[in-house]
């Protein structure tokens, strides 16, 4: 059973960083790609950051370019995504998700497997 597990959120100044974590189990993160998402109140979940298992290529929406960065831990079964250089728009739950295929990017829909999702708060 695919599980995802996300950790890490909190409240940063702006400026400020934080690293997220998507712990996986039930499958090995060396076949299935891994993407980010984000959700802000009453807005649409929307991609963030992919990592393709197949050649450990990794995409980055326009808007977290440069700023955030997608990795992998293998002996961890885990993605982090580091945030830096926050900004108040990148207020929002985070979510890590996987389609169970190993190309990114990574399809919303019903047979995509997501975890609970970690809040982050970008304020003053």
């Known amino acids: 059973q695919v599980q995802l597990v996300e950790s890490g959120g909190g409240l940063v100044q702006p400026g400020g960083s934080l690293r997220l974590s998507c712990v996986a189990s039930?499958?090995?993160?060396?076949?299935?790609?891994i993407a980010w998402f984000r959700q802000a109140p009453e807005k649409e979940r929307d991609w963030v950051s992919c990592?393709?298992?197949?050649?450990?290529?990794?995409y980055y929406a326009d808007s977290v370019k440069g700023r955030f960065t997608i990795s992998k831990d293998n002996a961890k079964n885990t993605i982090y995504l580091q945030l830096n250089s926050l900004k108040p728009e990148d207020t929002a739950v985070y979510y890590c998700?996987?389609?169970?295929?190993?190309?990114?990017?990574?399809?919303?829909?019903?047979?995509?497997?997501w975890g609970q999702g970690t809040q982050v708060t970008v304020s003053s």
């Open positions: 998700g996987t389609d169970r295929t190993s190309r990114c990017p990574v399809r919303t829909d019903t047979r995509t497997s």
């Open positions: 039930g499958f090995n993160l060396d076949y299935y790609a």
């Open positions: 990592l393709d298992a197949t050649d450990g290529n990794t």
